[in-house]
């Protein structure tokens, strides 16, 4: 089997990585568990900056269902809707000024890394140091972190590769998250 590829980044596949990046964080639990506690945190400092400056419990609890109603707005609309909708402007500008990203890469795998080269660039990075994994309909995700991540698109591989990829990189992080 041929695992090597070689191909240029488009902006679509940086623009499906960030969207893919969001959602991934949207359905991480520990995500929810800090987005959550923030919001909760939101309505207890509202209702308090409002009694501070004379509102009475009663109509503070009157208003707490709208309180929370702006708390989870606020909260939920910075952590996810302003990457989704921001994130297309950032990506455009970064890629019209990151010239790396539109060099050619020459990616290959095997049962124990995944290799970059790109000019003047060579990384190999063992399966087991990426925390994480993503697949979309359109790309692979390798996280190294919650935020350093390379990208693969599904676009450049046959069907073949795109199961022999998930066969290696699952595989050996599967056992480094048990």
Same mark, same amino acid.
């Given at each position: $089997?041929?695992? !090597?590829?070689?191909?240029?980044?488009?902006?679509?596949?940086?623009?499906?990585?960030?969207?893919?990046?969001?959602?991934?964080?949207?359905?991480?639990?520990?995500?929810?568990?800090?987005?959550?506690?923030?919001?909760?945190?939101?309505?207890?400092?509202?209702?308090?900056?409002?009694? $501070?400056?004379? $509102?009475?419990?009663?109509?503070?609890?009157?208003?707490?269902?709208?309180?929370?109603?702006?708390?989870?707005?606020?909260?939920?609309?910075?952590?996810?809707?302003?990457?989704?909708?921001?994130?297309?402007?950032?990506?455009?500008?970064?890629?019209?000024?990151?010239?790396?990203?539109?060099?050619?890469?020459?990616?290959?795998?095997?049962?124990?890394?995944?290799?970059?080269?790109?000019?003047?660039?060579?990384?190999?990075?063992?399966?087991?140091?990426?925390? !994480?994994?993503?697949?979309?309909?359109?790309?692979?995700?390798?996280?190294?972190?919650?935020?350093?991540?390379?990208?693969?698109? !599904?676009?450049?591989?046959?069907?073949?590769?795109?199961?022999?990829?998930?066969?290696?990189?699952?595989?050996?992080?599967?056992?480094?998250?048990?």
């Amino acid at each position: $089997m041929n695992r !090597k590829v070689t191909f240029i980044l488009s902006e679509l596949d940086l623009r499906r990585a960030g969207h893919l990046h969001v959602f991934s964080a949207i359905c991480d639990l520990r995500t929810i568990i800090r987005v959550s506690t923030i919001w909760s945190g939101g309505v207890v400092a509202l209702a308090g900056f409002f009694h $501070m400056i004379g $509102m009475p419990w009663s109509e503070l609890l009157e208003n707490l269902p709208l309180f929370t109603l702006i708390m989870f707005i606020a909260t939920f609309g910075v952590a996810f809707v302003i990457p989704l909708v921001l994130g297309p402007i950032i990506i455009r500008h970064r890629f019209r000024q990151d010239t790396l990203l539109r060099q050619t890469a020459t990616v290959s795998w095997d049962e124990d890394a995944y290799e970059v080269e790109q000019p003047g660039i060579y990384n190999r990075i063992a399966w087991g140091d990426y925390s !994480k994994w993503r697949e979309g309909r359109h790309l692979f995700m390798f996280c190294r972190s919650d935020y350093s991540y390379q990208m693969l698109p !599904k676009r450049v591989l046959t069907q073949e590769q795109i199961a022999d990829i998930r066969r290696c990189c699952f595989g050996i992080l599967a056992h480094a998250t048990m």
